[in-house]
T-cell receptor, first 112, second 113 residues
Framework: QKEVEQDPGPLSVPEGAIVSLNCTYS??????FMWYRQYSRKGPELLMY????GNKEDGRFTAQVDKSSKYISLFIRDSQPSDSATYLC????????????FGTGTLLAVQP | NAGVTQTPKFRVLKTGQSMTLLCAQD?????MYWYRQDPGMGLRLIHY???????AKGEVPDGYNVSRLKKQNFLLGLESAAPSQTSVYFC????????????FGQGTRLTVV
């Protein structure tokens, strides 16, 4: 079983739609949960991160973590064409282990 | 503020040639990483460093070497390039043990023919 599973998409939605992006993971040692956004031919940039189970909201974006189910989600409200990008989930163990583990990414296209 | 800068941005190599990718960061971050990104495979960790003078192997280290002689620089070397090393390479810098934000360079597109 892969440590992180993420649907590669592509996911195509109309402008204004609510988008749900998801990742499952198998390692219960993960303590930090992150979402990165990567525009075409650019490096990923951090969008949101959470430490515990629950929701975290930032503008149109909401990150949700369910540690009991080993499942994280990113919701985008009122999606815009500028949200078109690849979204990668990422995980970190915390403490002395320094590795960042990434999902394969979901390609999102928001149609105007 | 430049952040993380990778050199070069593009390169074409012939099989068997060697090259060095340079990563420079101006954020005084301790941790630096080299990842490769391939379609369907995501980001895979090649090598990483937790401070000046230290390096460690990641998930896919074979065929690569690294050095961190200065805190701000992290070099990735390809000893004898192979077509399987055709990829986009990203350098990443992160502040410290509890600092989760990782800053990416713009990437190096390497093609080995």
């Amino acid at each position: 079983q892969k440590e992180v599973e993420q649907d590669p998409g592509p996911l195509s939605v109309p402008e204004g739609a609510i988008v749900s992006l998801n990742c499952t993971y198998s390692n219960s040692a993960f303590q930090y949960f992150m979402w990165y956004r990567q525009y075409s031919r650019k490096g990923p940039e951090l969008l949101m991160y959470t430490y515990s189970s629950g929701n975290k909201e930032d503008g149109r974006f909401t990150a949700q973590v369910d540690k009991s189910s080993k499942y994280i989600s990113l919701f985008i409200r009122d999606s815009q064409p500028s949200d078109s990008a690849t979204y990668l989930c990422a995980f970190h163990y915390g403490g002395a282990t320094n590795k960042l583990i990434f999902g394969t990414g979901t390609l999102l296209a928001v149609q105007p | 503020n430049a952040g993380v800068t990778q050199t070069p941005k593009f390169r074409v190599l012939k099989t068997g040639q060697s090259m060095t990718l340079l990563c420079a960061q101006d954020m005084n971050h301790e941790y630096m990483y080299w990842y490769r990104q391939d379609p369907g495979m995501g980001l895979r960790l090649i090598h990483y460093s937790v401070g000046e003078g230290t390096t460690a192997k990641g998930e896919v280290p074979d065929g690569y070497n690294v050095s961190r002689l200065k805190k701000q620089n992290f070099l990735l070397g390809l000893e004898s390039a192979a077509p399987s090393q055709t990829s986009v390479y990203f350098c990443v810098a992160r502040g410290g043990e509890m600092n989760t934000e990782a800053f990416f360079g713009q990437g190096t597109r390497l093609t080995v023919v």
